[in-house]
């Protein structure tokens, strides 16, 4: 059930007007890689990006920006049992770093020369978009992260194990 509400959040957030790339999608996918079995985390960030694109619509970029969703979730995966406040934040950078790489890579593919040039060019203008990425998912980290700590140790002290169980 929270990961059906994990995918209607994420893809309404991506609906809705916002800044460019201020989505946290990344951040869901580390939450949903420390928390929710693999196989879940793994695909749950694609999920949120294809059911969205395919409402918002398809663009030339489309398998760049998939395939780092992908990527992201499967970075998620390596905070399974290690859910530690640096690691966390490290490894959502390192997603963070990964989605930038990859889907910059294919809008240089996909709409730039295929040159040096342009290639510094498509990624030095793309800098403000990981500096909004960066920000909404390391916010979102922690407090996703952080909230679920404090509503697990609620639950642990007043008995509520069977109504948080997945949480």
């Keep these: ?16 007007p ?9 951040a869901i996918a580390m939450y949903a890689g420390a928390y929710l ?4 985390a ?3 960030p694609l999920l949120i990006m294809v059911i969205s694109d395919l409402i918002i619509g398809l663009h030339d970029v489309v398998f760049f920006t998939w395939s780092a969703m992908l990527l992201c979730g499967v ?9 530690k406040p640096g690691t966390v934040l490290s490894t959502t950078l390192f997603a963070a770093v990964a989605f930038f790489l990859v889907s910059n890579f294919g809008v240089w593919i996909a709409w730039y020369p295929h040159t040096f040039a342009g290639l510094t060019d498509c990624f030095v203008k793309a800098i403000p978009f990981f500096r909004s990425t960066f920000l909404v998912n390391t916010a979102v980290v922690i407090v996703m992260f952080s909230l679920h700590e404090v509503l697990k140790k609620v639950s642990e002290k007043y008995s509520f194990k069977k109504a948080l169980v997945k949480l």
């Design 42 to 44: 793994l695909f749950l």
């Design 37 to 40: 079995p693999k196989k879940q």
């Design 18 to 26: 916002h800044m460019p790339n201020f989505v946290p999608i990344i």
């Design 1 to 16: 059930m929270f990961t059906y509400i994990l995918v209607m959040v994420a893809v309404l957030l991506r609906l809705f």
């Design 75 to 83: 970075i998620g995966t390596r905070l399974h049992d290690n859910v």
